[in-house]
């Protein structure tokens, strides 16, 4: 099973949003392998905004993420970074789907609720980032019968 980072940030958590966002992973088959709530530092914030360390909004991004809690996670499914993507909707809240999360609950690029790794690579590199390997569960849920063939 594909492995996918989500994390659930800062505005999310203010606006009490996180059982939302995990029912709906739940809900769609995917499980959760590891979750945490902390405030995430400046250093991890850094590393894991790294390809945007160039970019005029990088300072207002690593200020924001973190400005306060907010919850990672490790999701595993069949296609999990892209179903994950779909839950979450477009990165522009303006631009995302009802009915996703950002559709649902989000105005503003820059207060989107959630982020969601974008490929294999950056899935890996997000998990190594918040997670060791010790701290993500590998068991299975009954109903995995019957999400796959």
Do not use: W
Not at 56 to 68: D, K, N, Q, Y
């Amino acid at each position: 099973m594909e492995q996918t980072y989500v994390m659930v940030k800062p505005d999310g958590v203010q606006r009490g949003l996180v059982g939302e966002v995990i029912s709906r992973i739940e809900k769609r088959g995917l499980k959760l392998v590891a979750l945490r709530m902390n405030v995430i530092s400046e250093a991890i914030a850094k590393e894991h905004y790294s390809e945007h360390a160039s970019k005029p909004f990088f300072p207002g991004l690593v200020e924001f993420i973190t400005s306060g809690p907010s919850v990672s996670m490790v999701v595993a499914g069949k296609d999990a970074i892209r179903v994950m993507r779909a839950i979450n909707g477009a990165t522009n809240p303006v631009d995302a789907a009802p009915g996703t999360i950002r559709g649902d609950f989000a105005l503003d690029v820059g207060r989107n609720v959630v982020h969601a790794s974008d490929s294999p690579d950056a899935a890996a590199r997000e998990i190594a980032i918040h997670f060791k390997d010790s701290e993500i569960g590998k068991y299975s849920r009954i109903d995995e019968v019957c999400l796959y063939e």
